[in-house]
């Protein structure tokens, strides 16, 4: 079972920028969909962006056009590039990934089977 490591949490200012690392511990990365979700207590976990196997992209809503999200098989690492960081932003970050050689998982979470432990980022106005 592969396992995921997120980092690079933490806290910052509105309109600063973080980005997260998710370390995935086997090379069947390459073969499975992953994807970034966040959580506010007392919320249900929402999806913020997707990646898949060759490379095709989505993002929720409100994210667009501030988070990029990527991948470097060779590490067998993905990241989430966020910049202009709102206070809403604030949540508990997690990346997930789907079965390799699944398919596409888009941002549906039932899609994800394996979850990091999650990562705090905590936006202050």
């Known amino acids: 079972q592969v396992q995921l490591a997120e980092s690079g949490g933490g806290s910052v200012q509105a309109g600063g920028s973080l980005r997260l690392s998710c370390v995935a511990s086997?090379?069947?990365?390459?073969?499975?969909?992953m994807g970034w979700f966040r959580q506010v207590p007392g919320k249900e976990r929402e999806a913020v962006a997707n990646?898949?196997?060759?490379?095709?992209?989505r993002y929720a809503d409100p994210v667009k056009g501030r988070f990029t999200i990527s991948r470097d098989n060779s590490k067998n690492t993905l990241y989430l590039q966020m910049n202009s960081l709102k206070p809403e932003d604030t949540a508990m970050y997690y990346c997930?990934?789907?079965?390799?050689?699944?398919?596409?998982?888009?941002?549906?979470?039932?899609?994800?089977?394996?979850w990091g432990q999650g990562t705090q980022v905590t936006v202050s106005s």
């Open positions: 086997e090379s069947t990365f390459a073969s499975r969909c």
């Open positions: 997930a990934a789907g079965l390799a050689g699944l398919g596409a998982c888009y941002l549906a979470e039932g899609r994800y089977t394996v």
């Open positions: 990646i898949e196997w060759d490379g095709t992209t």
